[in-house]
């Protein structure tokens, strides 16, 4: 191809390299120039002009790039028309884009002159989408050039394509513990059935068991013969092959190809089968209707693709969900202002300050001076300070003196008539008092003034019930402390409680949903119920 400037009259049959005006118009580049489109150029004061020309064996843009998006396209592809040495491939319904990555690479390889921009491999696109263009960057290309990209293109049999969603029939397994309420897998069904509905798959069939082997793997067996694909959402998440998901599996005559994938939310997911049957253990996250690591391996499924453990262990690159804003919040710890905001709005502070601290003797503890102000007051300025806007403090011995000290805090006070019978009755009276719409609670007792909002930050970035971290505690050498962070989930189990006792319990019978913050010193362990404990914090 010549490409070059010359004088104007000498231009009929070149091509325009540069819009340009003439006269009231302006000629698009790419023009092939006829004589009265020369005619019109001098007319205007034209006197060069600079063009290209083909010569030999070259092959139009247009043309070069409809003869290579022919070689590319694939099943379920639409190639439009080329222009300005353009032609687009659309889907031609919904489903996964489906490429051959190696023999794409290959044909843009060949010369600058020739490129291929596709979506990402298995990116999920809908009927009438752009998947990929051809863009030839010259006007024209070496006949040689064309050849050796279309001999790229025809290493894969369509480089390009839609595996369109074919509409499995799933059933959904949910196990359940004595902690997990019906309206907890009432809300993960909900989500699931969404999830499903939108690749087009119908969940024809729910079942709930207990989280035990033997009950879950008659369930898996019964509804394997019944359906494409199997899901189950363990009451715990799973740790290991041998874990009561996949032991079920394996108990219903299935197996395990691969527990685990490099993909975060979604690390705990599992991939069975049992006969021509895929089964999947969901992770955590599977409740939440944000990106994760399954919907990767459902999307594929529901395209009709086959998905290995090889195929998961690749999912590492562009794996890590969890900070791009398509989740749609990011999570880092440097958060700023508003991430904060989103992340304590569902959270609620319960401030346990009704008891009578007989230990201490006449004085009530909440109300002595620790560095100047009221030892309760230390545990509310905290919590201002990490900014939770529902706190209620429970109050009941020497009520209006608690009172009196937290005046001008923005809190709610919430009366316990019957603080004498131990600590429940405070936790319960907090809880009743609660919004409707708390996702969570924070447990803090009333003499900890060593607590402080960094402190309360960190414990509210861990929840993250999604990902199976329902219950939040700070920890220091080892040692366990408060406050405590509960998922909305254990309120009723709290409630039941009696006597002089808090819900200490209830971590140790639901060690799967904990999660524990490492603290920097030793204020998550500290409460002071005697005259001794205090002067030893105070000296």
């Known amino acids: 191809m010549i490409f070059d400037e010359i004088p104007t009259p000498e231009a009929a049959g070149a091509i325009l390299v540069h819009s340009t005006r003439c006269g009231d118009r302006t000629l698009k580049k790419g023009l092939h120039l006829t004589a009265e489109h020369v005619a019109s150029l001098v007319a205007s004061g034209v006197e060069n002009i600079t063009v290209a020309r083909l010569e030999p064996g070259d092959v139009h843009e247009d043309e070069a790039a409809r003869l290579l998006a022919d070689?590319?396209?694939?099943?379920?592809?639409?190639?439009?028309?080329?222009?300005?040495?353009?032609?687009?491939?659309?889907?031609?319904?919904?489903?996964?884009?489906?490429?051959?990555?190696?023999?794409?690479?290959?044909v843009n390889m060949v010369d600058e002159a020739v490129t291929v921009a596709t979506v990402?491999?298995?990116?999920?696109?809908?009927?009438?989408?752009?998947v990929a263009t051809v863009k030839i960057i010259p006007f024209a290309v070496p006949k040689e050039t064309l050849d050796l990209c279309l001999a790229a293109a025809s290493t894969s049999n369509g480089a390009i394509g839609v595996a369109g969603f074919r509409g499995h029939r799933v059933a959904l397994i949910l196990t359940r513990t004595a902690a997990i309420k019906d309206r907890v897998l009432d809300k993960t069904a909900d989500v699931v059935e969404t999830r499903l509905a939108s690749l087009g798959m119908h969940l024809s069939r729910q079942e709930r068991v207990p989280h035990r082997g033997q009950e879950l793997a008659q369930a898996i067996k019964t509804l394997a013969c019944e359906h494409d694909l199997v899901l189950v959402y363990g009451a715990s998440a799973i740790t290991d092959r041998r874990d009561v998901v996949p032991a079920a599996i394996e108990q219903a005559g299935g197996y395990v190809d691969h527990l685990g994938m490099p993909v975060d939310p979604g690390n705990l997911l599992l991939l069975g089968h049992l006969d021509d049957t895929t089964v999947l253990g969901l992770p955590g996250c599977a409740r939440s209707p944000k990106l994760n690591g399954f919907d990767w391996v459902l999307q594929r499924l529901a395209a009709?693709?086959?998905?290995?453990?090889?195929?998961?262990?690749?999912?590492?690159?562009?794996?890590?969900?969890?900070?791009?804003?398509?989740?749609?919040?990011?999570?880092?710890?440097?958060?700023?202002?508003?991430?904060?905001?989103?992340?304590r709005a569902g959270v609620a502070a319960l401030v346990l300050a009704a008891g009578q601290s007989r230990r201490m003797g006449p004085a009530n503890k909440l109300l002595i001076p620790v560095d100047d102000k009221p030892m309760v007051r230390h545990v509310v300025?905290?919590?201002?300070?990490?900014?939770?806007?529902?706190?209620?403090?429970?109050?009941?011995?020497?009520a209006e003196a608690v009172k009196q000290v937290l005046t001008g805090h923005n809190v709610s006070f919430t009366l316990n008539p019957h603080f004498d019978?131990?600590?429940?009755?405070?936790?319960?009276?907090?809880l009743a008092a609660l919004p409707d719409d708390i996702d969570a609670v924070l447990v803090c007792l009333g003499d900890m003034p060593g607590i402080r909002a960094t402190d309360i930050e960190a414990i509210i970035r861990a929840y993250d019930p999604s990902e199976g971290h329902a219950i939040v505690v700070p920890t220091h050498q080892g040692k366990r402390g408060n406050p405590v962070l509960w998922d909305r989930r254990f309120f009723e189990a709290m409630t039941s409680i009696s006597g002089d006792t808090g819900a200490r319990h209830l971590i140790g019978e639901n060690e799967d949903l904990v999660i524990e913050v490492k603290m920097a010193?030793?204020?998550?362990?500290?409460d002071f119920d005697t005259p001794e404990s205090l002067t030893s914090r105070q000296s």
């Open 421 to 430: 019978e131990g600590l429940s009755t405070s936790l319960q009276a907090g």
């Open 304 to 343: 009709g693709l086959q998905v290995t453990g090889r195929d998961i262990m690749a999912m590492g690159v562009g794996g890590l969900l969890k900070e791009i804003p398509l989740r749609p919040r990011p999570r880092e710890q440097t958060e700023d202002d508003q991430d904060r905001a989103d992340r």
């Open 120 to 130: 990402p491999s298995f990116e999920r696109v809908t009927s009438g989408q752009m």
């Open 71 to 106: 070689a590319l396209a694939g099943e379920n592809l639409t190639v439009k028309a080329p222009f300005t040495g353009r032609a687009n491939l659309h889907a031609g319904l919904d489903g996964l884009a489906s490429l051959d990555i190696q023999a794409i690479d290959a």
């Open 521 to 526: 010193d030793s204020a998550v362990l500290e």
């Open 381 to 398: 300025d905290a919590l201002e300070g990490a900014r939770i806007e529902t706190v209620h403090v429970v109050i009941g011995h020497e």
